[in-house]
């Protein structure tokens, strides 16, 4: 059963990570093919430094507890930033994971949701349902630069990291996580483009 649950969860991981990789290529020389200028707040060099910081957490976790750390925590790292987010067996797993990514260079800050507590395959699928369908509202509205935006779900709650353009469209990507069938909570880490703290963050 155990298996079972590994291969559902790496299928699962596989469908979302195609469909955001495939929102990225949509950037055709600034432009996507239905019309709108996706504007990618987050610079190049920053980019790079965000994949060098989740992929040294991601080999911390594994090689410290595969079964209650890596494979129970999702990270995103935007902008320095790094949001946790899984449902671990117990306090001393939530510790280790933290203090972990404390000792990483280059992270600014930590917005740790891990929780303590028991997961289902039943709670994976509807977590993996409610971040596809997110992710295909924010690809298909000409409106938001879906780019900018990075989000997950645990236990029906909905996570959004990211850079808006203004708060007009933030508003619209929050309207569309709350028409999302399922999700009980919505926890809006997005800041501005032109927010001091952003600024601050990126010197």
Avoid: W
Wanted: proline residues 1%; neutral net charge.
């Amino acid at each position: 059963m155990k298996e079972v649950n590994i291969f559902i969860k790496l299928l699962l991981s596989l469908v979302i990570s195609m469909t955001s990789i495939s929102c990225t290529q949509l950037l055709v020389g600034g432009t996507a093919s239905g019309g709108i200028i996706l504007v990618q707040e987050r610079s190049p060099e920053q980019a790079a430094k965000d994949i060098i910081i989740k992929t040294k957490i991601e080999e911390a976790f594994f090689s410290t507890n595969y079964d209650d750390i890596f494979s129970k925590i999702k990270v995103i790292v935007f902008e320095g930033k790094v949001l946790l987010v899984g449902t671990v067996v117990n306090e001393s797993s939530k510790s280790s994971a933290t203090s972990i990514v404390k000792n990483i260079n280059g992270v600014k800050e930590i917005a740790d949701y891990i929780v303590v507590g028991k997961e289902s395959v039943i709670d994976y699928l509807k977590d993996a349902r409610i971040s596809l369908e997110f992710k295909a509202m924010l690809l298909t509205d000409k409106a938001i630069s879906e780019v900018n935006y990075s989000s997950t779900t645990e236990n029906r709650i909905l996570y959004i990291i990211g850079v808006s353009q203004n708060q007009e469209e933030l508003d619209k990507v929050l309207y569309h996580a709350a028409n999302v069938a399922g999700v009980r909570k919505i926890i809006n880490l997005v800041v501005d483009k032109n927010s001091p703290s952003r600024k601050t963050s990126n010197e």
